[in-house]
Nanobody, 124 residues
Framework: QVQLAESGGGSVQAGGSSRLSCAASGRTLSRYFMGWFRQAPGKEREFVAS???????PYYAGSVKGRFTISRDNTNTVDLQMNSLKPEDTAVYYCAAALGPLDALTPRRAINYWGKGTLVTVSS
């Protein structure tokens, strides 16, 4: 059974930085895209960033491009460096893994694994 475990998050002031990490266990995810989604209070879960198993091409939501950086140092971990944080970045951030591409158009049924989420709160 694959498990995704997020770490990092917490509270940060606007303009600050935070780093999230996700570690997968249970099997090698070299063929999987791994990435991040987030869900703000009262809103639907939305795509943030993802990277393929080879770690070559990152994908970003327009709202975070230029501020967030996704990295994948090995097949079973994915990090999200978040800079220039804004109050609207406040959300629970979820790690996800899928055999196909992960982006804003990926249907939820296509996502194979989810983490339990970690809260990021950005105060103004």
């Amino acid at each position: 059974q694959v498990q995704l475990a997020e770490s990092g998050g917490g509270s940060v002031q606007a303009g600050g930085s935070s780093r999230l990490s996700c570690a997968a266990s249970g099997r090698t995810l070299s063929r999987y895209f791994m990435g991040w989604f987030r869900q703000a209070p009262g809103k639907e879960r939305e795509f943030v960033a993802s990277m393929s198993g080879s770690g070559d091409t990152p994908y970003y939501a327009g709202s975070v491009k230029g501020r967030f950086t996704i990295s994948r140092d090995n097949t079973n971990t994915v990090d999200l460096q978040m800079n220039s944080l804004k109050p609207e970045d406040t959300a629970v951030y979820y790690c996800a893994a899928a055999l196909g591409p992960l982006d804003a158009l990926t249907p939820r049924r296509a996502i194979n694994y989810w983490g339990k989420g970690t809260l990021v709160t950005v105060s103004s």
